[in-house]
């Protein structure tokens, strides 16, 4: 039989492409970066996405390595681990995260993902249901769209308010749920507008989940990552109002995405969530998926015990210094506005004026152009929700900051429109 | 709109009813183990080696990546497909026992082998589309495909022929929406190892029917009998093999997820059905392995050296000695086929001979209670009244552990 009169049953069809090549940051990073002029000596300034790790004044706490390296030579961690994670690292988690909260967590709470990208996984395919619908931010991290998409789940988008510190628009909120709506995502400290929700804000918004009946997923990965005057307050705070499934990982705090460790932590302690099946949905899902290394789960006790005050707040201080920088160099160019100055987390949103460029018709091109001429990557809004903005990440070396906004200023000027 | 009593969110109760789980039966079977048994629990239940000295890993695997923890190069985010050192390690390592040499480009970083199962089967399920699976096989299989919502059809593997695939099967089931068919070799749960001759007609039969192979190769290398193992890559040029490996059972590291896809395809068919453009996508958006684990592979798969694999070997080898002879001293069981590769055997439970026991699961209920040891029911990996043994214990045990099934027998055998 011939090889090309073969017919092979397995053919994507077509149409799937779009569904094949979601908006992904990757995704559009990797296309920036490939417009990079490979003749450029200048290094790439890395604005378009926040894993400060490659920089060593932003390198690990020493305990943490160590912790990993202890458990690998105790040689006690080679097997499987349990659907749920090692006790030893939930109960540390659940200890960790309680000492936020007014009440204690019981490490059953605690569920360890793959990083937090592999609990916003199983939280949507838990929650996925025929004609159900998720609330989400915009703009938001274009992840939760992307694995929305995969289970089937209808996204119906709230607006932030850049005016008002980016808070979530309650209105639009109660106007966009119906009886099919499930939950509603917050990200805070927020990605990626670097706001931090005060006290006050997050109850309206619990106040508003019990009202329309739905869940808050509380995407909390940049915790305690804020360095202005509003402080970090977790939303489990306000569980008696609304049941809160919390989402986060090890990886922004000790600045290791690459190690993959998160968790979903259930902050329900009237057990509406057990009562609903939700928490049993989680462990299927969960028992259908892989899991972190044995190892690496095994390490977290003694890394979050072990891990000093300051290191924590070194991070922080290097984060408020860097988000100063970004702030008052971003205020020098003309065509780029900032509603709200970052007080957490690795970013800020920035409004992109292009009537004041000349030849750039919008955030894309903008980004498109900068990766090639001065390359620098930033990430264009419109990936994430809102055209003709940019989101720039400032958790990079100082010194490299400044670099890469000399770069933008120069940029701009070589754009701007004539007078 | 009217204030909703009831909250919004349910569990999305198809979920919850998929699989029996090997690791759900495992818990039913502990938890009927008598408290007040001193003797310490044998468990051939489960395959996970790890725990035991004989089959500790080598020092050179934790040190491979303690280094790269300790370098501070790889705290950052891996590329989608794996860092490119690993990927051309894993190529270079596979290509050890082929005819011809992979690319870097062929293959795909995953966590651990249970991840590549996940992209494989999240990737082939389309509506209508339906894929072969081996009975009885490995229950991940079944479950994945469960919740991705893709019809599984069973072909029988041989017992009286050393547990070979049922090719004619294979043809009665196979239609135009059959997308792919897996095999596991070396095999779970059969401890069997195909020969080059059946792996080839296995590879026509695939292209005949314009159906991939996916080659589940967990166990590669653990081929301890006579047969050698040969990889199902070397058919890549008769039709498409996607194969699927870790490092968790040679390096006996289940724990660290650390597993690979790799496509053998010399006619790009998977590249021009589309396949590997899917394949991509979905890494794009699912989890990796850790950076630095990725990092470590190259030391990992360098400094190991060959004793290392001999001794395991050696050690399996003996395992099987022990589980062949004594499961033929026992009436009731009957092994058709002595294992020779992969760590598990299947062993045909004879209900006639026993007193007052109903099926596979109340064997091993029993069992559990009145001599703490585990073995795993057959139903769980598709043959009612059958028992899958894990021989890859440490030998004293394994040989304490069949001689307390003997008992148990006696215990129970038809007057």
């Known amino acids: ?419 | 709109m009217e204030k909703k009593t009831k909250w919004g969110f349910q569990g999305n109760k198809e979920l919850s009813s998929t699989a029996v789980s090997v690791r759900g039966v495992l818990n039913k079977l502990m938890r009927n183990i008598n408290e007040n048994d001193e003797r310490p629990v044998v468990t051939l239940a489960r395959t996970d080696p790890s725990a035991f000295p004989c089959f500790r890993t080598t020092p050179f695997a934790p040190n491979a990546i303690t280094d790269a923890v300790q370098s501070f190069q790889f705290n950052c985010y891996p590329p989608n497909v794996g860092l490119a050192s690993a990927r051309r390690a894993i190529a270079d390592y596979l290509s050890r026992n082929l005819s011809y040499q992979l690319s870097p480009e062929n293959v795909y970083l995953s966590v651990g082998g249970t991840q590549a199962i996940e992209i494989i089967i999240s990737v082939l399920a389309r509506p209508g589309a339906n894929i072969l699976l081996p009975r009885p096989g490995y229950p991940q299989y079944e479950s994945r495909a469960a919740f991705d919502r893709l019809e599984v059809r069973h072909f029988d593997l041989l017992p009286e022929n050393a547990w070979e695939v049922d090719l004619e099967a294979v043809e009665k089931l196979a239609d135009d929406n059959t997308v792919a068919m897996v095999i596991i070799n070396p095999g779970s749960p059969c401890g069997n190892v195909f020969t080059r001759q059946h792996l080839e007609k296995i590879a026509e039969t695939a292209r005949k029917h314009g159906i991939f192979v996916i080659s589940d190769e967990a166990y590669a290398g653990q081929a301890f009998g006579s047969n050698p193992f040969v990889p199902m890559a070397e058919f890549g040029s008769i039709v498409p093999v996607i194969t699927l490996g870790s490092i968790s059972k040679l390096w006996m590291v289940p724990g660290w997820r650390l597993g690979w896809i790799v496509t053998s395809d010399s006619d790009d068919i998977l590249k021009n059905t589309g396949f590997v453009e899917c394949v991509n996508s979905y890494l794009e958006i699912s989890a990796d392995p850790p950076t630095f684990l990725q990092a470590a592979l190259p030391g990992i798969f360098e400094k190991t050296k060959n004793e290392f694999f001999s001794n395991i070997l050696d050690v399996l080898r003996e395992d099987a000695n022990i589980c062949y002879d004594r499961v033929n001293e026992i009436p009731c069981l009957t092994c058709p086929h002595k294992p020779e590769g992969s760590m598990t055997v299947m062993v045909r439970l004879n209900l006639s001979l026993l007193e007052g026991i109903k099926d596979d699961m109340d064997f091993c209920l029993k069992l559990a209670e009145e001599e703490s040891v585990t073995v795993l029911p057959g139903f769980v990996v598709g043959l009612k009244n059958w028992l899958r043994i894990t021989f890859a214990i440490d030998p004293a045990s394994l040989d304490d552990g069949l001689r307390r099934i003997k008992a148990f027998y006696k215990r129970h055998a038809k007057k």
Not at chain 1, 309 to 325: C, E, N, P, T
Request: hydrophobic share 40%; charged share 25%.
């Open chain 1, 1 to 419: 039989m011939e090889n090309g009169s073969n017919k092979w049953n397995f053919q994507q069809e077509e149409g799937e492409l779009n569904k094949a090549s979601p908006i992904t940051v990757r995704g559009i990073l990797n296309m920036l970066v490939a417009n990079i002029n490979k003749d450029e000596d200048r290094p790439v300034v890395p604005l378009g996405h926040g894993d400060p790790s490659i920089f060593p004044i932003f390198r690990t706490a020493p305990e943490a390595e160590d912790a990993i390296v202890d458990a690998l030579k105790s040689a006690k961690f080679n097997c499987y681990s349990p659907t749920n994670g090692l006790l030893a690292a939930r109960r540390a988690i659940a200890e960790y995260l309680s000492s936020d909260l007014p009440y204690n967590l019981s490490p059953d709470d605690v569920y360890i993902t793959l990083g937090c990208v592999q609990a916003i996984e199983v939280m949507l395919s838990a929650l996925a249901r025929p004609g159900a619908n998720i609330l989400l931010p915009k703009p938001g991290f274009p992840y939760y769209e992307c694995r929305a998409a995969c289970s089937n789940l209808e996204v119906r988008h709230y607006d932030l308010l850049p005016e008002q510190g980016w808070e979530v628009d309650l209105e639009a909120v109660e106007a966009l749920s119906d009886e099919k709506t499930v939950a509603i995502v917050i990200i805070n400290p927020g990605n990626p507008c670097g706001s931090v929700y005060t006290a006050q804000h997050l109850e309206k918004i619990a106040d508003m989940a019990r009202k329309l009946r739905i869940l808050v997923i509380a995407d909390e990965v940049y915790q305690h990552l804020t360095f202005g005057s509003t402080p970090f307050v977790p939303m489990g705070k306000f569980e008696s109002i609304a049941p809160v499934v919390t989402l986060g990982s090890i990886s922004k705090r000790w600045i290791v995405p690459g190690w993959r460790l998160g968790w979903i932590v259930t902050n329900d302690q009237n057990g509406i969530l057990q009562t609903s099946g939700l928490t049993k949905n989680i462990s299927s899902c969960l028992d259908v998926t892989t899991d972190p290394a044995t190892f690496i789960q095994g390490a977290i006790p003694d890394m979050i015990e072990k891990t000093k005050d300051d290191f924590f707040s070194k991070i922080v201080d290097i984060l408020r210094v860097s988000a100063d920088i970004c702030y008052n160099k971003l205020r020098e160019i003309p065509c780029i506005s900032c509603p709200s100055k970052p007080e957490g987390s690795m970013f800020v949103m920035v409004k992109l004026d292009v009537s004041l460029l000349d030849g750039i018709c919008d955030d894309l091109e903008f980004c498109l152009k900068i990766a090639k001429e001065e390359s620098v990557i930033i990430m264009p809004g419109v990936a994430l929700g809102m055209k003709n903005w940019l989101r720039i990440t400032f958790a990079i070396e100082p010194s490299v900051l400044e670099d890469g906004l000399k770069r933008l200023k120069a940029f701009y000027q070589r754009h701007a429109k004539k007078q």
